[in-house]
């Protein structure tokens, strides 16, 4: 299991680089919600203060130092959530609808 840096600590050392792309607001730290945890990084969901944006992604924890990629969402923090535990769809599951919207 990899032991990681606390997300909070890495989070609230340097977030003068954290601005949400819409409206440039500086994120505030507490906004961060850490979804799960993964191998060296966790993921991440934030809603701007200000324009009410949101971006999921990614945090990377490293000996280089911590890193984010992120892209925005029309998601909520639930929704994020109730995706993320979906199964990927099949391809019998489109020839599936497929065929039932032919009907
Ligand atoms: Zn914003």
Not at 11 to 31: E, G, I, M, N, R
Not at 69 to 91: A, C, H, K, Q, W
Request: aromatic residues 10%.
């Amino acid at each position: 299991m990899t032991t990681l840096p606390s997300h909070d600590s890495a989070l609230s050392k340097d977030h003068s680089f954290l601005h949400c792309p819409v409206c440039q607001t500086a994120y505030l730290p507490d906004l961060f919600t850490i979804l799960s945890i993964t191998d060296g990084g966790a993921l991440y969901f934030v809603q701007c203060q200000q324009c009410q944006h949101s971006m999921q992604g990614t945090v990377v924890f490293s000996e280089d130092g911590t890193s984010l990629v992120g892209m925005l969402t029309d998601f909520l923090e639930d929704d994020i959530i109730n995706f993320r535990d979906l199964t990927p769809l099949s391809s019998d599951d489109v020839l599936s609808f497929y065929e039932l919207w032919q009907q």
